[in-house]
């Protein structure tokens, strides 16, 4: 039996790096979507992150003085992967909600993003948030774990097919192929995708309303006990904001202020 | 032509090209396989020895383990592990008095999640491969005094190498296939490269059929190294 | 029962009717085409064999993950192209994932009991065959009714085996958005952030019907076996 135990401390020890308190070891990992995100967060060739998040993480992790590093994941297990402490901070375009807060706790927004579907230029139909029917018939698609998703599936279940897709640009690309007639999408980041030449010839039809469970714009995602590290993030976000950081940030990528009111 | 120089320039190596990202996965998916297959080796060998053992609680643990793996999708094993494993096994460590601080850093997370799902194919080639030790060996060891753990190790694991060869070559080739599911958790081994990569460049078709082609050539050469293994071994090994 | 209970029913045995009509159809067309994979395998015919070996090789030597994607996002993107299917009666058909689950799960399953099948002909004994041969029947009689029925024994564990991998497969269909029970096990997880619960539905949804495929099976073996 003591044989076990000893061969049991020595697996336990040769397998995790033990990690204490975060304020001793100040390494902060942050959880970014395994997906291409542009202009948020996108890996390039050669294997790095980029992107207006990325860069906003780098601003915010300066000033806190602290070393961070980013684990890739799932979109979809993105909390549970939080709660199972594979890493510290969610910092991936994910939105402050109040049903999201009965899990996780958030910081300050650092960014606000409308809800849109969008469609292609060519079709004509006239559809109204208001009136479901409008939307007979169409297929849709959205990221599973999505705001989106849920809205589509409270709102118009048996009225569209609604199509579950794991990341987003699977969502553009049958968006592309014209297997959807409309893709769920935030507001501020595809217009990445707009721009575009492939993009050229689709357009945001409708701006779903702001109702309650979209929440209160994008923000970093922590564990509840996690509240010292929560300071630490707002007091940063606050000062990069202060600094004129945020406005050096956002210009790079964008051509109008996405922090919202 | 334009469109044949586009597509190497994408897979090319350097920054321009996705050549050596994909490369770097697919390093990371052999990494991952070995990781799991070697986990998988271990607890299959615990579970064949369970399955063989007599003892009845050895027995029903592990028969719901092999069960429980060949009957459910693996995938939806590895999400059980990796997302609330850890959780378990550190309330389990705090009951048990040991320190529950601990991480797992996410390669040994999605490897222990895949050697979970290997270790329960393990076991029955383990198991077959024990079984066909000729049962003299095991009575004349006894009868030399050996003790059971030395007649285990000196005597049977021995003789049942060659006999599970087939079985852990084909467990191999298996694993290698299966590492393409951590992808689904994140980790960013060769299969999610090439998506991250085909979605940023919309070259879709191209990127999987390239990740395609990289397992082919990793399931040919591994099919070809196990060939040989296995006729060393065999030329070498007097059946008795 | 609560209202988390019920919207985990409502979605698993949504999920759970996609998940049987897929594995049943794929069945059904994969165990049929595996026969004649298997004998273009063996063939002594160069322009049977290559192809075959090809086709197996293919299947067997990639991830099935890897096989969808580029069923769906790869062929599916081109053939959304091509103007002729797109305003073609059949698109809503090709405009789902899944007719490319379909596709990509049955031939997968051919190739893999294609390769059991040739295991089974070439392990029928020689003399069987021989001694076909020296009563005059034809080679094709000889097949049939001597070697095949033979080699059905000795493939039906390996096939029920592969079988189960099918079912098992049917669930990496949800990264190709076909709505089947890992996919709504996977939006019920995304949804209410419970992570254990719909798994653990899903898990016992799939271990019955496990249960139930390898019982058929096994009432198959024992079905032939009892004719000798």
């Known amino acids: 039996m003591k044989k076990m135990a000893i061969v049991l401390s020595a697996i336990v020890a040769t397998l995790g790096l033990a990690r204490s308190s975060l304020a001793a070891d100040d390494v902060i990992r942050f959880g970014v979507a395994a997906e291409p995100y542009a202009p948020f967060s996108v890996k390039d060739a050669s294997g790095k992150w980029q992107g207006w998040e990325i860069d906003l993480m780098d601003a915010v992790c ?74 007979q018939g169409t297929a849709v698609a959205a990221q599973n774990a999505s705001l989106q998703a849920t809205y589509l599936q409270q709102k118009f279940a048996g009225v569209v097919d609604l199509k579950i897709y794991p990341t987003l640009d699977d969502e553009v690309a049958d968006l592309l192929a014209g297997r959807v007639d409309l893709m769920a999408a935030a507001g501020i980041q595809i217009q990445d995708f707009l721009k575009k030449p492939e993009g050229q010839a689709y357009e945001v039809k409708v701006t779903l309303p702001h109702e309650q469970m979209f929440g209160y714009g994008d923000g970093g995602g922590v564990r509840k006990e996690d509240t010292a590290l929560r300071d630490r993030l707002n007091e940063a976000i606050k000062a990069v904001r202060a600094s004129g950081e945020y406005d050096t940030i956002t210009k790079r990528y964008f051509d109008f202020d996405i922090y919202g009111d | 032509m334009d469109s044949t120089s586009s597509w190497l320039t994408l897979l090319s190596f350097g920054d321009q090209g996705w050549g050596d990202e994909l490369v770097r996965g697919a390093c990371l998916s052999l990494g991952i396989s070995i990781s799991a297959y070697l986990i998988g080796l271990v607890l299959g060998l615990v579970g064949a020895v369970a399955k063989l053992s007599g003892n009845r609680v050895a027995i029903a643990t592990a028969s719901a383990y092999t069960t429980i793996i060949r009957s459910i999708p693996d995938i939806l094993i590895i999400f059980l592990v990796y997302y609330t494993a850890t959780d378990a096994f550190r309330s389990l460590m705090s009951l048990s008095g040991f320190p529950a601080e601990f991480q797992l850093n996410g390669f040994v997370a999605a490897a222990f999640s895949l050697g979970i799902v290997q270790g329960g194919y393990s076991t029955e080639v383990l198991r077959g491969a024990i079984v066909a030790v000729a049962r003299g060996q095991s009575e004349a060891a006894s009868a030399l005094g050996l003790t059971r753990r030395q007649t285990f190790f000196l005597i049977i694991l021995p003789q049942m190498f060659p006999l599970a060869l087939p079985g852990l070559g084909n467990l191999w080739l298996v694993v290698l296939k299966e590492s393409s599911l951590v992808s689904l958790i994140g980790f960013t081994e060769l299969v999610l490269v090439g998506k991250m990569a085909a979605g940023a460049t919309r070259h879709y078709l191209l990127f999987y059929a390239s990740i395609g082609a990289v397992f082919l050539i990793m399931s040919g050469i591994s099919t070809a190294l196990i060939h040989l293994v296995e006729e060393k071994t065999y030329r070498t090994w007097r059946h008795g | 029962m609560d209202d988390f209970g019920v919207y985990l029913l409502h979605q698993i045995l949504a999920g759970l009717k996609t998940t049987i ?208």
């Open chain 3, 21 to 228: 009509s897929l594995f049943v159809a794929c069945a059904v067309t994969g165990n049929i085409l595996a026969l004649p994979v298997g004998m273009a395998r063996i063939s002594e015919r160069r322009w049977l064999r290559y192809p075959a070996i090809a086709f197996i090789l293919g299947f067997r030597g990639t991830p099935l993950l890897v096989q969808l994607y580029i069923a769906y996002f790869g062929v599916g993107q081109i053939l959304a192209s091509v103007p002729s299917i797109r305003y073609s009666p059949l698109w809503p058909l090709f405009r789902g994932a899944y007719i490319y689950a379909y596709f990509t799960l049955s031939l997968n399953t051919a190739a893999y009991c294609g390769e059991i099948w040739r295991g089974a002909i070439l392990g029928v004994p020689k003399g069987q065959s021989e001694a076909g041969r020296s009563l005059g029947l034809s080679r094709a009689r000889i097949m049939l009714s001597i070697v095949l029925p033979q080699a059905l024994r000795i493939a039906l564990p390996s096939i029920g085996g592969q079988n189960i991998l099918l079912l098992k497969g049917t669930a990496l269909a949800a990264m190709i958005t076909v709505f089947e029970l890992m996919a709504a096990a996977n939006l019920v997880r995304a949804q209410t952030f419970r992570v254990y619960e719909p798994l653990l539905a899903a898990a016992v949804a799939y271990f019955l019907l496990a249960v139930v495929i390898t019982s058929g099976f096994g009432l198959v073996e024992r079905r032939i076996a009892s004719r000798y």
């Open chain 1, 62 to 135: 300066e000033h806190m003085k602290a070393k961070c590093e980013i684990v890739d994941i799932a979109w979809d297990g993105i909390i549970p992967a939080l709660l199972e402490k594979k890493f510290d901070v969610i910092w991936s375009s994910m939105s402050i909600t109040d049903e999201r807060k009965k899990v996780i706790d958030f910081t300050d927004k650092y960014y606000y993003s409308p809800n849109v579907l969008v469609g292609a230029r060519a079709d004509t139909r006239a559809f109204d948030v208001s009136k479901p029917e409008t939307f």
